[in-house]
């Protein structure tokens, strides 16, 4: 059993704690050593420990697995940098039930696959990204680092999503669609074309309401 740490003691943090309970029924892997958070001890309201903040998790020894699970994609990209420069590994977390159809498919590091993900033939999944529950990938379909996607948000084949992507729960995108990075999709927004901006994009058809400020 590795030790395992994870970041983000809210809601999505207590869910991803409750996948690791699920791995572990079918495959004993991990051993849940207690979340990291902004405040620095306490308890969740399932009574599991928060252990402390960052500086604490950086000199914990030895090392624990950790893995991110905060829906800001650029939280995640900013905390996974803290513990690249502290040697401190990664976990990468797929429910017992996800299926990955055909031999190719692929799941970067620090990721979370949660309960009923589907990902079709050729389909691959960045670094730190989040599939809650019931997403599904269409064929040849990839996704770059830290996505974010909430529970029943599908794609069409061919498809290709930029980094740091957020969609709300129950989008659909068509398939042979790109979308750049750093696009926030509202909830059941049906994506239909290319998205080419970063931005704010809601509706059906999905349109842009409010391109990304630098």
Known sequence: MKDLVIIGAGGF?????????????????????????????????EGYSVLGDMEYLKNMNPKPHVVIAIANAAARERLAGICEEAGIPFATLIHPTVRMKGKLCTVGEGSILC????????????????????CGLGHDTVIADYVSMM??????????????????LRCTIINKINITENCTFGAAAVVVKDATVPGTYVGVPAKLIKPLQN
Do not use: Q
Not at 13 to 33: C, K
Not at 115 to 134: D, F
Not at 151 to 168: A, H, L
């Open 13 to 45: 943090g207590r869910e991803t704690l409750a996948l690791v309970e699920e791995i572990n029924e079918v495959t004993p892997t991990w051993n849940f050593v207690g979340f990291i958070a902004d405040y620095s001890t306490g308890e969740s309201p």
């Open 115 to 134: 309960e009923g993900v589907i990902l079709a033939v050729n389909s691959h999944v960045g670094k730190h990204c989040i599939m809650n529950m019931e």
């Open 151 to 168: 529970s029943e948000t599908i794609t069409g084949g061919d498809t290709y999503i930029g980094k740091g992507c957020y969609f709300g």
